[in-house]
């Protein structure tokens, strides 16, 4: 499943969310179609549901929150549509406000959502279809009622026109259909994938009537109609959106949104880069920041709101996994096609020095992409982890077998001496040699390479790396692009070099497809950034994503983070940690004017940042 990060968690839409697995749909089962369905009123992929049914709302949040006020958020760069689904065009920020899906997440459970527009769900105990009954009460802004109809238009729309991420995502869905005004049938073309029913959870509903006259792949800044909390106030192309609180929202007195949705209006305002964006924010322009940058994490907050105790600054725990980010080499372009220069590449990068000369020694090496989770690959495969990983002998490394990854070391100047001596062999063995100034081929083609950046932040990371490179006799530079352009190269895999991240959740599932299969690596928009297609982490998804039991999700991404490791796909980067309550762990690193105030405390998954926040200017009006 695909975990949104984010302050709003999945119904904000930051990001990507994930789960695939041991699902165990649960909660008092309502009166069951048959003996072997279930009726629930929620899903839960890691056992049983923490809430149960009639729940009053949930634990993070404050019940008497006060309505109204506003907040203001920062985004970068530019916008030109307001459609977030669709591939073309750069969407406004928050979007996701203005939309219900069939479920909604809880904000404390890994990978458990509860009824929205559906009020109870319904699978057979092989997973091979899901049910959704409908609220009758659920209404789009316009008033109209929110029907199958509108469900199945929704997913066809998607699947059919959406972005790549889609096909992918309900690549096993095979029909839908509408049983009735308010009930809704997805059936797939298999069982036992426990994920598919909370992916179609995940669905959000789309208005028919409205889109039946829209050409729903164009961009638009025409503000789209809704079922959520809010709705389009105000646009001003590439400069701000605005969202207002929809006063009658059908759906403001479920369980799932007490406490929730308190701002009267939230703004997004953009700015041309981080640097800019944080000036604006020292100076009051707007309320929140989660930040990224440990230079200014270190230097940049003592100015005289903090000082003057207007302005809070705290980290709070993390307890997601950490997932990927590194430099992603594109192996649809030579020299990356060949894993020896891939491994140069890994040899050249110096974390030990940018940690301390660059990073205020805040980060910690990340060596998996499922890092900080006990689904990260650890010492030598054994027991279920090696039995799935034996048929692939001899189609992978053979270090997955042999040796305990870890990225390179340096310790200090000398240790990269010798790292890079050792990727001059490499590279010499993969037909690279130093001839007339530079490293050049068989043919005397020179071994250069572009890193495609959009944020100027990042150059100053590079810079050193480069420079490594630049030893090693290879030709490199580093570009920056605006974020339209930005957006365009990388639908299309136009770079040779990206810095860029995968999310993962604790239940990892149908996008990992979308990040490593051989389905996604030639279609745009998709994010197989590396452009990895392998046979063996085709079949080791397929294992995570058709995990019956959580021992067997756990042996089955270990597996394939185990692999992905030793494919050498990317540099891997950094996470940041820190010490709460003596201990060392991810976090947080959260900067936030006094006019909010937040419950006591936050969901462990994310800051909550709107959904649970309110102003302490608020009116109080529902």
């Not at 010499?428 to 043919?443: K, S």
Request: hydrophobic content about 40%; glycine content about 8%.
């Amino acid at each position: 499943m695909v975990r949104h990060h984010g302050g709003g968690g999945c119904s904000a839409w930051g990001n990507a969310c994930g789960l695939a697995l041991a699902v165990v749909l649960a909660l008092a089962p309502l009166p069951a179609l048959s003996a072997d369905t279930i009726t629930a009123h929620g899903l839960s992929l890691t056992g049983e549901t923490k809430y149960q049914e009639g729940f009053a709302h949930f634990d993070y949040v404050n019940p008497q929150a006060p309505k109204g006020g506003a907040t203001t958020l920062f985004a970068i760069g530019g916008f030109d549509s307001l459609n977030p689904f669709i591939a073309k065009g750069n969407a406004a920020s928050g979007l996701g406000l203005i939309y219900d899906t069939l479920m909604a997440n809880a904000l404390d459970e890994p990978n458990a959502e509860y009824g929205l527009v559906a009020k109870t769900v319904t699978h057979p105990a092989d997973f091979s279809w899901v049910e959704f009954e409908l609220r009758p009460e659920a209404r789009f802004h316009d008033g109209k009622p929110v029907t199958a109809e509108d469900v199945v238009f929704s997913f066809e729309t998607l699947r059919d026109e959406g972005q790549p991420f889609y096909r992918l995502y309900y690549a096993n869905v095979t029909t839908a259909e509408a049983l009735g005004p308010h009930r809704v049938r997805f059936t797939f073309d298999t069982a036992g994938n426990r994920e598919l029913p909370v992916i179609m959870g995940q669905l959000p509903v789309l208005p028919k009537h409205w889109w039946e006259t829209r050409a729903f792949g164009e961009t638009t800044l025409e503000p789209p109609l809704g079922s959520g909390p809010y709705r389009v106030a105000s646009v001003d192309t590439n400069r701000s959106i605005t969202y207002e609180r929809v006063p009658d929202y059908w759906a403001k007195d479920l369980n799932v949104n007490v406490g929730a949705n308190n701002f009267g209006r939230i703004r997004y305002e953009y700015f041309r880069d981080m640097d800019v964006a944080f000036e604006a924010f020292k100076g009051g322009s707007y309320d929140f920041r989660s930040e990224n940058s440990a230079r200014r994490w270190a230097t940049g907050y003592e100015f005289d709101a903090v000082r003057k105790g207007e302005v809070t600054v705290e980290t709070v725990p993390d307890r997601n996994p950490q997932g990927m980010q590194g430099f992603v080499m594109n192996l649809r372009r030579a020299p990356f096609d060949d894993p020896r220069v891939r491994q140069a590449f890994n040899l050249a990068f110096d974390f030990d020095f940018a940690n301390e000369t660059l990073f205020y020694g805040q980060y910690a090496r990340t060596r998996s992409y499922f890092e900080g989770s006990e689904l990260a690959a650890t010492g030598l495969p054994e027991g279920r982890e090696l039995a799935l990983l034996e048929p692939f002998r001899g189609e992978v490394p053979e270090e997955v077998f042999t040796t305990e990854y870890n990225p390179p070391e340096t310790g200090g100047r000398r240790g990269l001496r010798e790292n890079l001596r050792k990727a001059t062999e490499l590279l010499n063995a993969a037909g690279w040699a130093f001839r007339d100034g530079a490293l050049r081929n068989g043919e005397g083609k020179l071994l250069n390479v572009e890193v495609l950046l959009v944020s100027p932040d990042f150059e100053r990371i590079v810079a050193p790396y480069v420079q490594n490179l630049e030893r090693l006799g290879i030709e490199a530079t580093i570009r920056i692009v605006d974020t339209a352009q930005y957006i365009q190269r990388l639908n299309v895999f136009d770079y040779d070099m990206i810095v860029m991240s995968w999310g993962q959740s604790l239940s990892p599932g149908n996008e990992q497809r979308n990040y490593w299969g051989c389905a996604a690596r030639d279609r745009d928009g998709s994010r197989n950034y590396a452009g990895i297609c392998n046979p063996a982490i085709d079949a080791l998804i397929d294992k995570v994503i058709f995990a019956e039991t959580r021992q067997d999700l756990v042996a089955a991404t270990r597996a394939l983070d185990r692999v992905l490791q030793w494919g050498r796909y990317v540099v891997p980067h950094w996470h940041f940690r820190t010490v709460i309550d003596g201990v060392s762990q991810p976090a947080f690193r959260l900067a936030f004017w006094n006019r909010l105030a937040h419950p006591e405390a936050l969901p462990p998954y994310t800051p909550g940042f709107p959904t649970v926040w309110w102003s302490r200017d608020a009116d109080g009006r529902q």
